[in-house]
T-cell receptor, first 118, second 114 residues
Framework: DTAVSQTPKYLVTQMGNDKSIKCEQN?????MYWYKQDSKKFLKIMFS???????INETVPNRFSPKSPDKAHLNLHINSLELGDSAVYFC?????????????????FGPGTRLLVL | KQEVTQIPAALSVPEGENLVLNCSFT??????LQWFRQDPGKGLTSLLL?????REQTSGRLNASLDKSSGRSTLYIAASQPGDSATYLC?????????????FGKGITLSVRP
């Protein structure tokens, strides 16, 4: 009955490789997110999708490409991995209000994917 | 620039103490503020969500307050227990239009000693 799940949990790979992280939510939410938590534990949003449409892209290198096949899934593909990409990547979901409507509710986070680039 | 600050970065207290974790934010125009808990190697769990029209929220031994005008929130933990040891993150949803996002502080790592 996991709400937000991510695979894999751990990912160790060589610099220059291409890898994907998958995320699924069974909460019926219409908005999904990818966050990056760096070595100093600072959590920052990367992307947000609402009903499969990209709505937030926070100056992330174009080596990172999110893909949302349906509103329950948001996958993250990373090309040409670099050492600085090593971090924990969290997926989250929420049910966001329509523009001008409220309130905004909580986000539910997945367990994280620990990426180590060697 | 809209920022969220949590000081200190770490806190160690003996079991049983009542404690207050602080969060400050730079812009009083917010939708809401949330407190999350993160255990080592785990994801984030939402503890309390305070909408901009509210002053506080309570859940068990936790009480969160919000003062928008001063840009501050506090998370009060009563009768702390070793199981409360974790990192506590404050996140603010600023009023930036339809596509607003959560802005996180860097967290306070709490250690409750038996």
């Amino acid at each position: 009955d996991t709400a937000v799940s991510q695979t894999p949990k751990y990912l160790v790979t060589q610099m220059g490789n291409d890898k994907s992280i998958k995320c699924e939510q069974n909460l019926g939410h219409d908005t999904m997110y990818w966050y990056k938590q760096d070595s100093k534990k600072f959590l920052k949003i990367m992307f947000s999708y609402n009903n499969k449409e990209l709505i937030i892209n926070e100056t992330v290198p174009n080596r990172f490409s999110p893909k949302s096949p349906d509103k329950a899934h948001l996958n993250l593909h990373i090309n040409s991995l670099e050492l600085g990409d090593s971090a924990v990547y969290f997926c989250a979901s929420s049910q966001d209000p329509a523009p001008g409507q409220g309130p905004w509710e909580t986000q539910y986070f997945g367990p994280g994917t620990r990426l180590l680039v060697l | 620039k809209q920022e969220v600050t949590q000081i200190p970065a770490a806190l160690s207290v003996p079991e049983g103490e009542n404690l207050v974790l602080n969060c400050s934010f730079t812009d009083s125009a917010i939708y809401n503020l949330q407190w999350f808990r993160q255990d080592p190697g785990k994801g984030l769990t939402s503890l309390l969500l305070i909408q901009s029209s509210q002053r506080e929220q309570t859940s068990g031994r936790l009480n969160a307050s919000l003062d928008k005008s001063s840009g501050r929130s506090t998370l009060y933990i009563a009768a702390s227990q070793p199981g409360d040891s974790a990192t506590y993150l404050c996140a603010v949803r600023f009023l930036t239009g339809a596509n607003s996002k959560l802005t996180f502080g860097k967290g306070i790592t709490l250690s409750v000693r038996p």
